[in-house]
Every structure is written in structure tokens, then in C-alpha cells.
């Protein structure tokens, strides 16, 4: 192996060290992905494979962001799901052999690390790889069944509210009593994570920022009533809802 190979491989593992699937792995199996892995740079806009490809290979994101994509006879996007780094594109590969069933889609500069199908043996001989694999599965199912009902059974609004919810679980809160949620970075990904067009989801944020139900600023959308907000997306009193530092605070007191 050249300096340079050996250069490559140590930057592969730095990738497959923080991957979520592999995380924990024995040192030796590490290492053996790093050297049989590729590495594939993608740009804004660059589809690293398309619905019904074969799904000859394992992607693991080093960095960046994929969506997962559907479109529709006329052309319109349906976002369907987000891939972060340290994510698996997909670990369905893993399983089975049928071609992919959604087209993946990098929406900034891009890191993935490929490992072919002939490797995969490296990784389903081991248990804890399966058992992670099925994890994932599971819960990317019980995301797709909470979207199939919201957008089948909701109007936009409540599909709108029901998504920027979502999105606050996974980024933090603002401080003091106002919610706070990053957007995505244009307009037109959040109407495909919606399914809206754009000129309806402009104007539906129009609406709530007359009522005063949000304010915004730049990319962050500022819930300013989060009781009416949750009302909008029809969650019941079992969802889970974002409390504030001070309801938390109460809340630790009664349970102490």
C-alpha cells in the first residue's frame, strides 16, 4: 500500500468511525471497511442513485445532508425523509436485494462513503450490524406511517404544523418562553416535505405572521403560542408537546 492508499484508508475510517450502524464495532472489522470503501463527493442537487437502481451498494454519510425523494407523473417532489451525517442512506441492502425504492438526492456539498455488495458479508456476518439494521428499518416504518397519515388525512396547515413540531424535537429550544425552529434553506424543500406548492406555503406562513402566531427571522420561525400551534396540528393531549425550561422546572419539582 502506497503512502498515499494509506492516507485514503485513515480518512475512510474517520467516516466509518461515525456512522451509527458500525459505531462500537470490532477494530479489525473497522478496518476493513475503511480499505474496501469509496469515497463519493456529491454537490447540491446531485442524486447518488434513483428510484428502481439497483441497490448494488451501502452509503454511509460523512457529512452533509441526503433527502429521500418521490416524484410524481407530472414532476412535483415529495420529500419522504432526511439523511444526516453519520447516517445510513439506506440499510435495506443489507436484507435484501431489490432495487431501490426512492430516488437519494444531496441538498448540500456531500460525503459518502460506499461499500459494494461483495463486502457486505463483512458486516451481516456480525449480529449487532442485523440487529441495528432492523432498528432503523423499524423506526424509518413508524416515521413513514406518521407520514402517510398526516399528509393523506390532514390539510395543509395541520401538515405544516405537524412537520415544524417534528423538527423542533430534534433541534434545541430557544431560551425563556418562545419556541424557536430552524427552516430548511429554501422554500421550495419545505413544500415538497409538505406536499404543498409553494405559493400555498407562503401563504399560509403569511397567515399565521398576521395573526401573530410566529414571527421570523432570516431561516428561524419563532412559535410565539405553542398551545394554539399544537391545536393547528390536531395533536392530542397523549403526543408528546416541547415544554418550556420553567413547565420542565415545575414538572422536576412535582415529581421530586
Not at 72 to 86: A, C, F, H, K, M
Not at 122 to 142: F, G, K, N, Q, Y
Request: contains cysteine.
Amino acid at each position: 500500500m502506497s503512502a498515499d492508499d494509506g492516507v485514503a484508508v485513515r480518512r475512510r475510517r474517520w467516516g466509518v468511525d461515525r456512522c451509527g450502524l458500525l459505531r462500537g464495532l470490532p477494530t479489525a472489522l473497522l478496518d476493513q471497511v475503511a480499505r474496501h470503501a469509496s469515497e463519493v463527493n456529491l454537490e447540491e442537487g446531485d442524486a447518488l442513485f434513483f428510484k428502481n437502481d439497483p441497490s448494488d451498494f451501502l452509503a454511509f454519510i460523512v457529512h452533509g445532508r441526503i433527502y429521500k425523494l418521490l416524484y410524481g407523473p407530472d414532476g412535483q417532489e415529495l420529500i419522504v425523509d432526511t439523511i444526516e451525517s453519520g447516517e445510513t442512506v439506506d440499510e435495506t441492502p443489507l436484507l435484501d436485494a431489490h432495487p431501490h425504492t426512492f430516488t437519494a438526492v444531496a441538498y448540500s456539498p456531500t460525503k459518502v462513503l460506499l461499500l459494494a455488495r461483495r463486502h457486505f458479508p463483512l458486516l451481516t456476518a456480525d449480529p449487532t450490524v442485523i440487529e441495528r439494521a432492523h432498528a432503523s428499518l423499524c423506526l424509518r416504518l413508524r416515521h413513514a406511517v406518521e407520514s402517510l397519515e398526516t399528509m393523506c388525512l390532514h390539510r395543509l396547515e395541520s401538515r405544516l404544523a405537524r412537520y415544524l413540531l417534528s423538527l423542533m424535537r430534534t433541534q434545541p429550544h430557544a431560551r425563556g418562553e418562545d419556541f424557536e425552529v430552524a427552516l430548511p434553506p429554501t422554500q421550495s424543500i419545505l413544500a415538497a416535505m409538505v406536499n404543498a406548492s409553494r405559493p400555498k406555503l407562503n401563504a399560509q406562513l403569511q397567515t399565521w405572521h398576521r395573526s401573530g402566531l410566529v414571527s421570523r427571522k432570516r431561516n428561524i420561525l419563532r412559535i410565539n403560542d405553542i398551545d394554539q400551534f399544537r391545536c393547528k396540528a390536531y395533536l392530542g393531549r397523549e403526543a408528546e408537546r416541547p415544554t418550556s425550561p420553567r413547565a420542565r422546572a415545575a414538572a422536576a419539582r412535582r415529581s421530586a
